[in-house]
């Protein structure tokens, strides 16, 4: 599967977090980058300016709900504090935000290694923000393969 998964982080060593994002999501299949790193205030008004970017993940993983969930215990080991709310300042976040599989809308049981998270977690796709977001768009459109995830790279 084709992924297109963004970044951020506005805790620490933002770039640093960046760097071990992108070696942890390796492990997962081969990534392509983006070239382009935004700076960004923190939209909730929170924390600290964020660093986002954007990269494309190319996995064996079939089922986009095993990926959100690999997603997702990566922004943990890097330090990802979930108990201090939904739009608390962190270390990494990790958006997947469309595959070249279907669009949909998912719900399901949380696995026990992530129940910190809720009893349930969902997954709608295409992410519904992304496109209103240019720290998503633009270091998307930088990305040089423009047939990622079914054409689904922002036009310029």
């Known amino acids: 599967m084709k992924a297109v998964v963004a970044l951020g982080s506005n805790l620490g060593d933002r770039r640093a977090h960046l760097g071990a994002a992108l070696a942890a999501l390796r492990t997962l299949g081969t990534v392509v ?3 382009v790193v ?3 205030p923190d939209e909730a008004g929170y924390g600290p300016a964020y ?3 954007v990269a494309i993940l ?4 079939a089922d986009p709900r095993r990926l959100l969930e690999s997603l ?20 990494l976040d990790l958006d997947l935000l ?3 599989g279907p669009p949909g809308c998912w719900t399901w049981k949380t696995p026990e ?10 997954l709608d796709l295409p992410h519904p923000r992304a496109f209103g977001r240019p720290f998503v768009l633009e270091p998307w ?8 995830c079914s054409g689904v790279i922002p036009k310029k």
Request: no cysteine; net charge negative; charged share 35%.
């Open 98 to 100: 469309t595959t070249d």
């Open 72 to 91: 997702l215990r990566l922004e943990l080991a890097e330090g990802r504090d979930r108990r201090k709310g939904k739009n608390a300042p962190r270390t």
């Open 113 to 122: 290694d992530l129940q910190i998270l809720g009893p349930e977690l969902t």
């Open 58 to 61: 190319v996995t064996e993983e």
């Open 33 to 35: 980058p983006s070239p």
């Open 141 to 148: 459109r930088a990305l040089s393969d423009p047939g990622a």
């Open 51 to 53: 660093l986002n970017t």
């Open 38 to 40: 935004m700076e960004t």
